[in-house]
């Protein structure tokens, strides 16, 4: 029944879709995208000296104590921006206990005493989050200003400073951007050794 | 759970609200083909469109035609992205010269998207060249959309018509539904999220040099204009492996906001279409209510079970209290800018509708906070539902709904003027049953199949049989979430999702088709006293019960042995 019409207008029809929607339609964005908002169209790319070094949108790994630390990351290589995602550790995953032990076992040794922010210790959604909760950050104050020899209270001020609130207020939560707190370190006080 | 994020929430409900009756009305005068604002631009797109096809716009087609047309479409439409996935590696736009896609990975990835599932056994930024990603799964995100509007619309027409024997012509309302809907939505929110932060470009990955030192690879790509169709079509599919956790794809939590907001924004307005066409607003919001009474108990669950968060964590040592620094809970699998109230909104919006686009891996939340992405998916996916899908997957329960309240007075039902009659009735329980069979039958293999079953179960003890059991449900729905630890990327688990993924999508299609026939050929008899109204407050709550009792009978001892187990053993400090 129309089945010789309907397969040849369903040939035709995935051609003339394909073209409009599929490749039309992306590249015409792609470039009206490129001209209004050439930072935000190719990732916020952050150069340093003339070398970049990183996007703001994109988290990286610190290791020295100098620097704030990001949180742990799931992928294969931590931080890897080419292959995202999380440890997909199910809540009563014996590795997942371990590993949130280990990890707060690390905090501990910066900032004895304190109580170690969830979100410091677990591994992200995207294994690139580029934030961390201002509690999460505060917590490693004391090991940041020991390490660049400055006072706690300056560095407590530059986090202050790159705290971002909620959107409007009320959007989401509260957070710091790890690679631009870091930055504005190397930039303000005494560079990392 | 705090203040702030239930104020999200209202805000994020409200939106849903202020959209439905301008979205539902416009599609209401679309699909009646009443001149738009946009005809003066997409009139003669569409003409041109028609003319280079051959299709005649003035043709209408009874149900059997109009199922062919869209079967045939989808198998021609199917074939092209298996064909582009396996010969990516000699087409251009493929900077990082990425190999043809595996036959077998390419086969479940084509149904996927073709379906509206996005089920992804793959990692995006590894496997797909941005041709693949453009032409082949953002294409399939507009027209896999399109044609589950479609259905809806041909349903629709069926009640609402008076003794015709068609319902529509599939090619005019599948062109409708891309040019006059999904094209205008995408092309401004296109440009809304890359103002954002969500990157637009067609450059190979960048490698810079890291504070510290060390090199890092950053995947770029044309993502702004699949991610907005992969949330206002329902569909789903990461341009990358994380999804709309990663922050090209969600940067900010207005991002974030919209991204929600898509996922419910057609499907909502199809509720007033529903009622618009039908003559009967008040229907149209009676249903709304169902929805939305379904929405708001399942993000209540969510939010609190990972708001409360995972005893074990606070046992190792992790502070997980709210404070004004941080929202704590169980932030295992989650964004930082996020936090716990938008995932567990984003997981319950994903889930209720057929989207399956995640901001956080569903398989480390808690497991009562797991249960409700699961459990939606079970009930059908009729929680506002995927565009389209939810509308003629909300229409089968409403037929059984009102075949439950003829029963109990003991009359011939009725629905909006029409009798309800045994083939109504059939064809609304054959889906329902061909939906539960597959899912648990093919869970159920698997479970017991070290070999290629449970082998590929990441996480042990009782939530193995939830990733089994949500892999299942996510196909046959056309979810495409997942329990992300399955490695699904597997001979036995490519097929027979594959499979789920068909029954799941033309099973619950063919059915609804042909029950809009039948009403199409009925008269409409007055309302009499012996009439169940479907306007009342007392329907919504008839409906709210079948949709569950429904769910409940047939998958609660699938769910008790999952999520409800693994909830208390966590509680007792059990870990595998």
New interface residues.
Partial sequence: MHLARHLRIALLMTAVTTVLLGVVYPLTMTAIAQLLFPEQANGQLIARNGVVVGSRLIGQGFSRPGYFHARPSATSTPYDAANSGGSQYGPTNAKLIETVRANVARARTDNPGAPVPVDLVTASASGVDPHLTPAAARFQVPRVARARGVAPSDVEALVEAYTEGRTFGFLGEARVNVLELNLALDATLVSAR | MTL?GW??IA?FLATVVLVTPLLGGYMARLFTHQRTFLDPVMRPLERQ?YR????DETREMRW??YA??LL??S???LL?LYALQRLQGRLPFNPQGLPAVPPVLAFNTAVSFTTNTNWQAY?G??TMSYLTQ???L??HN??SAAAGIAVAVAFIRGIANREQETIGNF?VD??RA?LYLL?PI??IG??VL??????????P??T?????G?A?????G?V???EIIKQFGTNGGGF???NS????EN????T??LAMFGIFAISSGLTYTLGSLTGSRRHGWAVWGAMAVLFVAGVTVAYWAEAR??P??T???????V?A???????????????IA??ALFATATTAASCGA????H?????IGGLVPLANMQLGEVVFGGVGAGMYGVLVYVILAVFIAGLMVGRTPEYLGKKIQAFEVQMAMLTVLIFSLVILAFTAVSSVSPGFGTASV??????GL??LLYAYSSATANNGSA???LSANTPWFNTTLGMAMLFGRFFMIIPPLAIAGSLSRKKVIPASTGTFPVTTPLFTVLLVGVIVIVGALTFFPALSLGPVV?HF??HHG???
């Fill in positions: 702030n104020l999200q805000f469109v280079l096809t051959g299709v059997t035609e062919i047309a045939l479409f198998v021609v439409s092209v990692s930024e590894s453009m032409a082949g953002a294409y507009f027209v090619w599948m062109v891309s094209l995408a092309v296109t440009l890359v103002s954002q932060g969500v990157v637009q470009n067609l450059r990955y960048d810079v040099q890291t504070v510290e060390a890092q690879v950053i995947a770029q044309p702004a204009s699949q990358f492996n994380a956790a990663h922050p090209f940067p900010t939590p207005l974030n906001w968060g995972n074990l964590l046992t190792a040592g992790a502070d997980q209290t404070s620094l941080a929202p704590g809970g169980n932030m295992e699998g989650k964004e930082v800018r996020f936090g938008n995932t995640v901001n956080g891996w398989d480390s939340f808690t497991p990441f996480n042990q003890g009782p939530h939830s990733e329990f992300g630890g693994e053993l966590m059990r870990v595998f």
